[in-house]
């Protein structure tokens, strides 16, 4: 199974503080790395938070934002009422010390009605269940966290058929490569034994052949395909494996890549040196999709 790194979900619920909106998004990482925003009263609940995605992914930079709606509503506001007398009462005590240290002067301005209700504590909040509410906001942030994880599988799935055409088109070059190799050798033996007959010089036989077993063996590309076919069999395993794969993946572009460099290195005949690039383009291709794979 492939899941994609990139990804974005959303889920939104109520609660007892009001509704709360939970958003997540990812991006290519090496590792697992989790980003949260959310109101302070919050941060508590990140350990869990971190616990669930852990148990859900293994890589990918994970933004997490976390948004409550208040729905409390004026009506269960209310105001303290000891709280407000305690200010009025400092506020007299206030005018009367001025009044006593510093005659003549101007008196000092009243508090504003809106300079009260923001005073801490003078407007009483309905009391919370935190616990409650924790459970609350968890509840939302699971079923995010399954669309979250959803998600990703699409879009695996989605990189899987790019991958797997890939994949295809290199086994193509790998069986092109394979049937052109006789013509090749026989190509390679029939120039050389040309380029003797027009010395003119006597040469032994066993000295010509062995000659010509050194100029094949120096072009012989077998091992280089029979290594490429088993990384497209281990390519394709891993990818069924219901396991996370890109690094594995990244690790047999590589071993790709350096059997492709090899074929190149060793061609001689243009068919050969023309399959090598298009190896190469296939490669790279890979490449930039397994970037984006868990």
Known sequence: MIRSMTAFASAEGTSCRGRVLIEMRSVNHRFLEMGLRCPEDLRALE???????????????????????????????SLNKATVRALFTLERELLMLQRETSAGAEPPRSASTFEILNFPGVIAEPEIDQGAFFEEVLAVFNRALADFVDTRQRE????????????????????????????????????????????????????????????????????????????????????????????????????????????????????????????????????EQIQNIE
Request: charged share 35%; aromatic share 2%; glycine share 4%.
């Open 47 to 77: 350990p869990k938070l971190r616990e669930r995605l852990e148990k859900r992914l293994s890589r990918g930079k994970v933004d997490i934002s976390i948004r409550v709606r208040d729905g409390l509503g004026e009506a269960n506001l």
């Open 156 to 287: 695996g799935e989605r990189l899987r058929t790019l991958l797997i055409e890939r994949l295809d088109a290199i086994q193509r070059i790998v069986t092109d490569v394979r049937a052109w190799l006789p013509d090749i050798r026989t190509a390679l033996r029939t120039k050389l034994e040309t380029r003797l007959a027009e010395i003119k010089t006597t040469v032994d036989s066993s000295r010509v052949e062995q000659e010509l077993v050194l100029s094949l063996q120096k072009i012989d590309v077998d091992e280089e395909l029979d290594r490429l076919e088993s990384h497209l069999v281990e390519a394709r395993s891993r990818m069924d494996s219901g396991e996370p794969v890109g690094r594995r993946l990244d690790f047999l572009l590589q071993e790709f890549n350096r059997e492709s460099n090899t074929l190149g290195s060793k061609s001689v005949d243009t068919r050969t040196s023309q399959s090598s690039v298009e190896l190469k383009v296939l490669i790279e291709q890979l490449r």
